[in-house]
T-cell receptor
Framework: GDSVTQMEGPVTLSEEAFLTINCTYTATGYPSLFWYVQYPGEGLQLLLKATKADDKGSNKGFEATYRKETTSFHLEKGSVQVSDSAVYFCALRNTGGFKTIFGAGTRLFVKA | DADVTQTPRNRITKTGKRIMLECSQTKGHDRMYWYRQDPGLGLQLIYYSFDVKDINKGEISDGYSVSRQAQAKFSLSLESAIPNQTALYFC??????????FGPGTRLTVL
């Protein structure tokens, strides 16, 4: 079945460091891919998405490119801030699908 | 005001008790979901509903039941709570083929 695998955390970075959180997926057909973010004490919220191969999603300085050849959707940010500390979830929804499959989440700590 | 609300936000209960968690939305979405979040396991789908007359089991429906009272309301019940149901529970909504919008979560502890 469909699945999402993302790097285990926690990831601890200093402010202004470069961030990469790896995400790979297994799916039939042509899934849409998402990154959600969960700040402490809150529900998940959509950070960015890409709906077809080679699309780049971007928001708040974060980017991820849909790579069909490597079945990956890695999240990157050039310079993280303390306020980026949160849990990040990679997710997919297959074509015509009704379910979103979530990865296990990666916790990010950013130190001042 | 929040688009997706959940009540209660926190609940402590005892083994064997019946518990209901409620979710309401003002987004006008037809699809609603209940997820459970455990540390290190991401989100697991409990039940989902595409409209008032459509209820479907997710990956981990055993021990849970749901009711879709209206397009805007979707309740989750634990008929007889057990300690391994201690978790964070999220309600979410969406339109067909679109992103999901999550409520703030209910932290449930079963003693």
């Amino acid at each position: 079945g469909d699945s999402v695998t993302q790097m285990e955390g926690p990831v601890t970075l200093s402010e202004e460091a470069f961030l990469t959180i790896n995400c790979t997926y297994t799916a039939t057909g042509y899934p849409s891919l998402f990154w959600y973010v969960q700040y402490p004490g809150e529900g998940l919220q959509l950070l960015l998405k890409a709906t077809k191969a080679d699309d780049k999603g971007s928001n708040k300085g974060f980017e991820a490119t849909y790579r069909k050849e490597t079945t990956s959707f890695h999240l990157e940010k050039g310079s993280v801030q303390v306020s980026d500390s949160a849990v990040y979830f990679c997710a997919l929804r297959n074509t015509g699908g009704f379910k979103t499959i979530f990865g296990a989440g990666t916790r990010l700590f950013v130190k001042a | 005001d929040a688009d997706v609300t959940q009540t209660p936000r926190n609940r402590i209960t005892k083994t064997g008790k019946r518990i209901m968690l409620e979710c309401s939305q003002t987004k006008g979405h037809d699809r609603m979901y209940w997820y459970r979040q455990d540390p290190g396991l991401g989100l697991q789908l409990i039940y989902y509903s595409f409209d008032v007359k459509d209820i479907n089991k997710g990956e981990i429906s055993d021990g849970y039941s749901v009711s879709r009272q209206a397009q805007a309301k979707f309740s989750l019940s634990l008929e007889s709570a057990i300690p391994n149901q201690t978790a964070l529970y999220f309600c979410a909504t969406s339109r067909q083929g679109d992103e999901q919008f999550f409520g703030p979560g209910t932290r449930l502890t079963v003693l």
